[in-house]
């Protein structure tokens, strides 16, 4: 069946750095336009940043441009985000999504705490 799984989320001070990883299974990786997503308690889920099928285009939400890379590894069928600078108020849960027309798949999340 089709997964996507988060990893590499944790605590972490303001200004460190954590990469994200999501492993998809039971789907063709390639098509999918990948992207991560975040929730914060109390708020509604943001789109993050996302990466077009060859990686060739990607988008940040303002917030986090130059802070954060999105990238993936179709022969590994990973999506990573490298996110650097971290701040208090990137502390969320992060959805990985993969995503093409019809088709719309989430994983479970993991949680980034920005904290000191």
């Known amino acids: 069946q089709v997964q996507l799984v988060e990893s590499g989320g944790g605590l972490v001070q303001p200004g460190g750095s954590l990469r994200l990883s999501c492993a998809a299974s039971?789907?063709?990786?390639?098509?999918?336009?990948m992207s991560w997503y975040r929730q914060a308690p109390g708020k509604e889920r943001e789109l993050v940043a996302s990466?077009?099928?060859?990686?060739?285009?990607?988008y940040y939400r303002p917030s986090v441009k130059g802070r954060f890379t999105i990238s993936r590894d179709n022969a590994e069928n990973t999506v990573y985000l490298r996110m650097n600078s971290l701040k208090p108020e990137d502390t969320a849960v992060y959805y990985c999504?993969?995503?093409?027309?019809?088709?719309?798949?989430w994983g479970q999340g993991t949680q980034v705490t920005v904290s000191s």
């Open positions: 999504n993969a995503r093409r027309v019809g088709e719309d798949y």
């Open positions: 990466v077009s099928t060859f990686g060739v285009s990607t």
């Open positions: 039971g789907f063709s990786f390639s098509p999918y336009a």
